[in-house]
């Protein structure tokens, strides 16, 4: 199953309104600003969207608005997954209702199953679904590592597990994926700032948090790096690199949300169990944000 995704695909905050619910409004016009800073895909309803504190009916509603407003402009994959195959398969199944591109569905957390059980609960939604599959690691948020020998297993057995979005933070388990994975399946960083060393791996792009305030830059350096302008694409991701890390000094979305506001864009405040910054951190963030040249 050939299937272009985008290079660097945003995964979008949910804006709230000040009792913090879903604001519609807002979510149209941040995918609008998005694509126009050099987005070419979407990411609705993942962990920077806060997924775990939306209930079912507000997935959809943010997704029906992303995929209307993007209309074509750009994939728009819809985050599914959770610790409840058949509940993932129950949302899967209506983000190809609902028109999404793709979905994307995210290691099974707090169970911790075996490699085994990982590969069955993929597996199975998957086969529930004629949309293209984009599988998520990320052990530092579900206690589990997908092993390399369980993504090539699924690149090979499931037709339409077509990527992976590779947050695992070892350039050595990345190397061992791209080494043995099938030529139609896409590798993607799940970490800003290990993007660049990743393309020499040979992902294809980032799926990204910083692309909210740095998407051109994030383009332009994956660009360069495939162009062989190595030397631009060093100097790029150097340059934007204490934005990549300083976006993670505490738990995300809070930092990202915090930078949108800096930057003009209030997108509201986070759900418990998350907080927005203090002053004191958001004060940290805006000279992060003043020595990459991105505030006055």
Known sequence: MATNLGTVITAMVTPFTDDLKIDLNRMAELTDRLIDMGSDGLLVTGTTGESPTLSADEKIALWETVIKRARGRVPVMLGTGSNNTEQSIALTKKAEEVGGDAVLLVTPYYNKPPQNALYEHFKAVAKATKLPVMIYNVPGRTSRNIEPDTVIRLANDV?????????????DQVSEICR??????????????LTLPMLSLGVKGIVSVASHLIAGQMRDMITSFTNGQWQKARDIHLKYFPVMKGLFFTTSPAPVKAGLKLMGFPVGGLRLPLLPLTEKEEAYLKGILQEAGLLP
């Open 159 to 171: 037709p339409n597990i077509v990527a992976l979005k590779e947050a695992g933070g070892s350039l």
């Open 180 to 193: 043995r994975a099938p030529q139609s399946f896409t590798v993607y960083s799940g970490d800003d700032s």
